[in-house]
C-alpha cells in the first residue's frame, strides 16, 4: 500500500501566497509522475499540473506563470507553490497524485494514488 499526505493548505488573502506539499510512502519501488488536481464546490476535478520523474512538467493553461509544481525525488515529495497571484477563484480541494510502481511480490505494477485532498481558500 502507498499513501499520500498532504499539507500546508488554509486560507489566505487574494494576493497572497501558499505552497503545498505532498509526501508518499509505503511500498515504493519507483515515483513516476506526480500531479495536483483540484476540485471547486459543484465542480469537476481538474488538473492543476503534473511532473515527471524527469522534470518535466505540465500545467493548466489558465495557470501558467502563476503556480511551479516541484519535486524532491529522494523525499518523494511533490510540492506545489501559488505565488502572490492567488485569486478567490482558485478556492478548492487540491488532491496530489502519484504514480507509483510497486512489486507484489510475483511482477512490477503500477498504479494512480490519490492523496486524502487539502482545502485552499482565497478570500478576504
Known amino acids: 500500500q502507498v499513501q499520500l499526505v498532504e499539507s500546508g493548505g488554509g486560507l489566505v488573502q487574494p494576493g497572497g501566497s501558499l505552497r503545498l506539499s505532498c509526501t508518499a510512502s509505503g511500498s515504493i519501488f519507483r515515483i513516476n509522475n506526480m500531479g495536483w488536481y483540484r476540485q471547486a464546490p459543484g465542480k469537476q476535478r481538474r488538473l492543476v499540473a503534473a511532473i515527471t520523474s524527469g522534470g518535466s512538467t505540465d500545467y493548466a493553461d489558465s495557470l501558467k506563470g502563476r503556480f511551479t509544481i516541484s519535486r524532491d525525488i529522494a523525499k518523494n515529495t511533490v510540492y506545489l507553490q501559488m505565488n502572490n497571484s492567488l485569486k478567490p477563484e482558485d478556492t478548492a480541494v487540491y488532491y496530489c497524485?502519484?504514480?507509483?510502481?510497486?512489486?507484489?511480490?510475483?511482477?512490477?505494477?503500477?498504479?494512480?494514488?490519490w492523496g486524502q485532498g487539502t482545502q485552499v481558500t482565497v478570500s478576504s
Open positions: 497524485t502519484a504514480d507509483v510502481t510497486h512489486y507484489n511480490g510475483d511482477y512490477y505494477v503500477t498504479n494512480r494514488y
